[in-house]
Every structure is written in C-alpha cells, then in structure tokens.
C-alpha cells in the first residue's frame, strides 16, 4: 500500500480559523477607525484660502466644536447650548479650565513661562483646535477665543479648522489647483 497516497487523499484544510482572524481584523480596524474620529462632529467647515497642512497634529491636543446654532461639543457631549444659556457663557469657561485643569494633572498639556506683557505668565504650550460649522456666527467662535485668553485658562495656541474642499459647492482653492 502506498503510504503517500494515503497521507494525500486525507488532507483537508479547515478555514474557520482564517475566517475568524479575518472578522477580527475587521472588527479591530472598524473600531479604531471611529475611536480616532470620536472628538469630531460632523460639520461643514469654512474653506480655508490660505493654508497650513496639518501633517501631525499632537494627540493630546483637545477639540471643541462649534454647531451651527452656538452649541459647543466637547467629547461628544454638549457644554454649552444658546438656546438654553442665551449669553451666559460660564459653562464655557468651567469647559476650557476643566480642559487645563485634566490636561495638567495628566501631563498631556505642558505650562510654560511666558513673556507676556513684562511679566511671566504661565501658560499651556499645546494648542487647542476649534472647530465650528461654516455657517456658525462668529461671535461663540470668539467668545471661545476671548475665554482662551483668560489668565487662568491661557491657551496662547488656537488653530481654528478650515477645509481646503468646499462640502456644498465641491469648490476647491486655488493655490490646490
């Protein structure tokens, strides 16, 4: 009897194990995928003129979006509404030091010493990205801005997000063309 022929004739290949690593991976990359979009709302950003490419972007860098209506999005929860708080904008500022407060007790935003004025001031060296819809008034932008500022906040660093597309119109810049 030829043994070869034997050992051949009862090889069969079980694919549920490939199959299975197959959907893990899946799964794994379907959830990172959303993990690194979760601090961004879906919103139509205002198309930038003028640009800087924004290659590598720091990771601890916090995001506050701007809807169209005033309301502030912060790690997908709201903190601030217009149409509830009108022009009160202390959850804003509770917002922002609640940031710096994590941030620093964390060590994912770092102080410095800064020449401000004559004076050293403190200061968070990372940058802070607003994000708000194109069709947002700019005065919540500002008053986000305006609480940066504020010496017991002090974000000096605040990149505002602009798109180089135009989501409506399909419009690119002229400098891209």
């Given at each position: 009897?030829n043994?070869l022929?034997i050992v051949?004739?009862?090889l069969?290949?079980?694919?549920?194990?490939m199959?299975?690593?197959?959907?893990l991976?899946?799964?794994f990359?379907v959830?990172?995928?959303?993990?690194?979009?979760?601090?961004?709302?879906?919103?139509?950003?205002?198309?930038?003129?003028?640009q800087?490419p924004?290659?590598?972007?720091?990771?601890n860098?916090p995001?506050?979006?701007?809807l169209?209506?005033?309301?502030?999005?912060y790690?997908g929860?709201?903190f601030f509404?217009?149409?509830?708080?009108?022009?009160d904008?202390k959850?804003?500022?509770?917002?922002?030091?609640?940031?710096?407060?994590k941030?620093?007790?964390?060590?994912?935003?770092k102080?410095?010493q800064?020449?401000?004025?004559g004076a050293?001031v403190?200061?968070?060296?990372?940058p802070?990205l607003?994000?708000?819809d194109?069709w947002?008034?700019?005065h919540?932008?500002?008053e986000?801005m305006?609480?940066?500022?504020?010496?017991?906040?002090?974000f000096w660093?605040v990149?505002?997000?602009?798109?180089?597309?135009?989501?409506e119109?399909?419009?690119k810049?002229?400098?891209?063309?």
């Amino acid at each position: 009897m030829n043994v070869l022929k034997i050992v051949q004739e009862d090889l069969e290949m079980d694919m549920t194990p490939m199959i299975d690593c197959v959907f893990l991976l899946m799964i794994f990359f379907v959830l990172v995928i959303d993990l690194s979009q979760k601090n961004l709302e879906d919103l139509i950003l205002p198309r930038a003129v003028f640009q800087e490419p924004d290659d590598s972007p720091p990771e601890n860098r916090p995001i506050i979006n701007v809807l169209q209506n005033g309301t502030v999005v912060y790690g997908g929860a709201v903190f601030f509404d217009p149409s509830v708080d009108g022009k009160d904008y202390k959850k804003i500022k509770q917002l922002l030091l609640d940031i710096r407060v994590k941030g620093v007790a964390e060590k994912t935003l770092k102080l410095v010493q800064k020449d401000v004025g004559g004076a050293f001031v403190e200061v968070i060296d990372d940058p802070i990205l607003i994000r708000a819809d194109k069709w947002t008034e700019w005065h919540f932008v500002g008053e986000i801005m305006k609480q940066c500022s504020q010496p017991d906040i002090a974000f000096w660093k605040v990149q505002l997000a602009l798109s180089d597309v135009d989501k409506e119109t399909g419009e690119k810049n002229e400098a891209l063309k």
